[in-house]
């Protein structure tokens, strides 16, 4: 049992590292960066390994005499995962990011948040990340705007980002047909003392806008009656909606 302790207690740090990572990313905090957590991982699914097999001990672990089948499994199990994890350190040398991993998307911070490689937006493209910035470029392009309702913590707006928007076709329509326009309903950054106020949603409810979340989620609730991530819609340069908004669609032909 006390193997399992162990074992268990190097899941704990890798996945305490996971929520110090979503605090780090609502508040912009550049602690955990892409790098840092992904090495974190792969020491864990290392040191796993290494126990395991009786490379590594502890005071209150019993004798290994013998390495048994079972043994032998999920320490070839943990050494794989070291491995796959590993991988996560290429370089993607079309958009200049660490190479994005499916098992991870929504776990590890996104590639872009690095002290390396930063990138502001996702899958290469150009986006912003306040509306009325968004809107003036639109007018000044005549292009339309893909609204993205995201957050920090949403594993599938990862997902999404790293895994349907790269896909050839996807990729170039929106960096070429659109302005992206990325508003994180999570973000904890106060808003100026200006424009910190009370609002009185359709409901008759009093909300305290004071962040950029609250401003980003209150917009995306009071204008779609909608508050999942993550959630798309195209609108015109002067606003008007094209289409019906969808939300999470991981198959890349259907988006």
């Known amino acids: 049992l006390n193997s ?5 207690g190097f899941a704990e740090v890798a996945l305490a590292f996971k929520f110090l990572s979503n605090a780090d990313l609502v508040k912009h905090w550049h602690i955990v960066p892409y790098e840092l957590f992904m090495a974190v991982w792969v020491i864990c699914a290392i040191g796993v390994t290494f126990y395991i097999l009786g490379k590594v001990r502890f005071p209150h672990d019993s004798p290994l005499r013998s390495i048994t089948p079972l ?48 990138k502001e937006c996702p899958s290469g ?23 993205d309702f995201t957050g920090y913590a949403c594993v599938n707006c990862r ?10 076709g996807v990729h170039e329509q929106i960096d070429k047909d659109y302005v992206l326009v990325s508003l994180y309903v999570d973000d904890k ?42 959630y798309y819609a195209l609108i015109s340069p002067d606003g008007v909606l094209l289409t019906d908004p969808v939300g999470y669609t991981p198959d890349a032909g259907d988006y």
């Open 125 to 147: 493209l150009d986006c912003y990340h306040d509306l009325e910035a968004g809107m003036a470029q639109a007018k000044a392009t005549g292009k339309p705007i893909l609204l």
């Open 71 to 118: 043994r032998w499994g999920f320490a070839a199990v943990f050494g794989a995962l070291a491995v796959y994890l590993a991988m996560g350190f290429r370089v993607d040398k079309v958009n200049n990011t660490f190479t994005t991993m499916k098992l991870m998307s929504g776990l590890a911070p996104p590639v872009g948040y690095s002290w390396i490689l930063p």
């Open 189 to 230: 950054t106060e808003l100026p003392a200006a424009e910190q106020r009370d609002y009185t949603t359709c409901s008759g409810q009093q909300k305290r806008l004071t962040t950029l979340g609250n401003k980003w989620s209150t917009l995306q609730t009071e204008t779609f009656i909608n508050n999942s991530q993550p």
């Open 4 to 8: 399992v302790k162990v074992v268990l």
């Open 159 to 168: 997902k999404m980002e790293e895994h349907v928007w790269p896909v050839k």
